[in-house]
């Protein structure tokens, strides 16, 4: 199983970016996906998460109205659009393959974790 991660990049505050995951070697669209990050110095949190259909999705409440979580399972792919990014966005963006359907905020229900993308935000 490979996720491939990207679109990170150094933005200014205010600024847009989506990042993208592509899944390979698993069965994408039967499984709930997720986007975690990791900040320097801090534990690694969830972000947004999204079912198998794409029909519900979960988010943290630091980025409820901001970010958007979306799939496309003919494409194999997730995707973070954030919008209105903060300079405490700035973190580690992984995607990760839930074990089940949904796509939950609990980071022990994801088998499959990607290498991560890098997202800076300044002031």
């Known amino acids: 199983v490979q996720l491939q991660a990207s679109g990170g990049g150094l933005v200014q505050a205010g600024a847009s970016l989506r990042l993208s995951c592509v899944v390979s070697?698993?069965?994408?669209?039967?499984?709930?996906m997720g986007w975690f990050r990791q900040a320097p110095g801090k534990e690694r949190e969830f972000v947004a998460g999204?079912?198998?259909?794409?029909?519900?999705?979960y988010y943290a409440d630091s980025v409820k109205g901001r970010f958007t979580i979306s799939r496309v399972n003919a494409k194999n792919t997730v995707y973070l659009q954030m919008n209105s990014l903060k300079p405490e966005d700035t973190a580690v963006y992984y995607c990760?393959?839930?074990?089940?359907?949904?796509?939950?905020?609990?980071?022990?229900?994801?088998?499959?974790w990607g290498q991560g993308t890098q997202v800076t935000v300044s002031s």
């Open positions: 070697g698993r069965a994408f669209a039967s499984t709930g």
């Open positions: 999204i079912n198998w259909t794409g029909g519900a999705t």
């Open positions: 990760a393959i839930h074990r089940y359907r949904s796509g939950g905020s609990q980071s022990t229900e994801y088998d499959y």
